[in-house]
Every structure is written in C-alpha cells, then in structure tokens.
C-alpha cells in the first residue's frame, strides 16, 4: 500500500469512520486536497476493499480497512510518543516525524517501540493507541463544531494534521484545557478558558478539535 493511502486509511480512522459514515467533505478538511482528488482515492480504496462508499450518504471503513487504519494510527502514535519521551521533541514538531516513520515501521519494530514505552495508552495529541491487534476503546466523536453557546467542554483530542496542530500551538491550546463557548460567528467560535482568555477559533477547523463535554469550567 502506498504512504498516500495509508494516510487516508488513518484520517477517514480518525474522522469515525470506523463506527459511521463520514462524509467526503470531511475528507478534504483533514487531507487539505481537492474534492477531485478525495473522489478518485475513494474509489480505490472502495475496489481494495478497504472502504465502503454510498453515494449522498457517506464513507466507512470495512472491517479490514479498520484493522489496516488502526496498525497505521498505532505505529504513527507509538513514534509520537517516542520522540517526546524518549528525544524531548516539543509536541508541535512530533506529527511530521512520526509521518515519515510509521511507513517504515514493521510489526516486529512497533511491539518492541510499545515495550520500550512501558504500552503507552494515549499519544500526545490525546488519540488512543490501538494494540498489536489493531483493538483499540473508542473515543469522543463530539466536536468544537457541534457546540453550542454556552456549552463547556474539555479538549481531548485533535487530528493528527500539521497544519491543525500548529494552529492549536498558535493559540496556546492544549488536550486537557476546559473551555468555555461564549460566542458563535459564520466564520469563528469564540472560547474562554479557564484563565479568562477569549480565543476566536476558526470554524473551518473546529470539526477537527474533539472533545468532552463538561457541566462547568473550574
């Protein structure tokens, strides 16, 4: 399988496509490529049989794409943790890395990176990190995006995409931080943390910042 297909195994994973079906839209969010070029791999994954696609509906993936995604997330997410702990990367440089490791990385070097880490369960961007089996506990579909004001909620997890992660770094957010929405805009949602800071975060990426929902923010 190519490093282009791999990467789009891993993101329609990390999108939900593993338990529903997401659409290509989403796709072409996380990938940042034209819809053409969504369509086109589309369709080669669906002739792999990786993927399912019903067309007005939507795409997931088929149980061997789940289990080739979830080796992929876990490889990519073992060397993210690897190159925090063990080379102190800071956690914004960690995602370009890990990219180009985890296509090189063999079973064998992904059980031995997992023993050397003591089986992390998370990687630094809050994803979960499947076992050698590709099983792994589903995680929070709920989004920044689905939000409404005056909703709280926890960061808990953000796409694994450069671009999203050095925006998250630009704002001085972090997995972890309690927001609070005060504010709703066609082209921003605005955040208050919990030391008063008001973030106007963009709408086009706020699809991808998922996260828990809380009761209040203390």
Not at 144 to 165: K, P, W
Not at 193 to 207: C, E, K, L, W, Y
């Amino acid at each position: 399988m190519t490093p282009n297909k791999e990467d789009y195994l891993k993101l329609i994973m990390e999108l939900g496509g593993d338990e529903e079906l997401i659409s290509n839209k989403q796709i072409v969010g996380g990938m940042q490529v034209s819809a053409a070029s969504v369509s086109e791999m589309i369709s080669k994954l669906v002739e792999q049989n990786y993927v399912t696609h019903t067309p007005y509906q939507g795409i997931q993936l088929t149980e061997s794409g789940r289990r080739a995604a979830a080796l992929l997330v876990r490889n990519h997410r073992l060397w993210e943790v690897f190159l925090v702990q063990e080379l102190q990367y800071p956690v914004d440089a960690i995602h370009v890395e890990a990219e180009a490791l985890e296509h090189a990385t063999t079973a064998e070097m992904a059980n031995r990176l997992a023993a050397r880490l003591n089986y992390p369960q998370f990687c630094p961007h809050g994803g979960v990190i499947p076992d050698a089996s590709g099983h792994y506990q589903p995680q929070s579909r709920l989004s920044l995006e689905q939000l409404e004001v005056g909703d709280f909620a926890i960061i808990d997890r953000i796409l694994d995409e450069s671009a999203l992660i050095d925006y998250i770094g630009q704002l001085n957010l972090k997995i972890g931080d309690q927001v609070e929405i005060t504010a709703k805009s066609d082209d921003t949602i605005t955040l208050k943390t919990v030391d008063g800071r008001q973030i106007p975060f963009m709408n086009a990426r706020s699809g991808h910042v998922f996260v828990q929902p809380q009761a209040h923010i203390h």
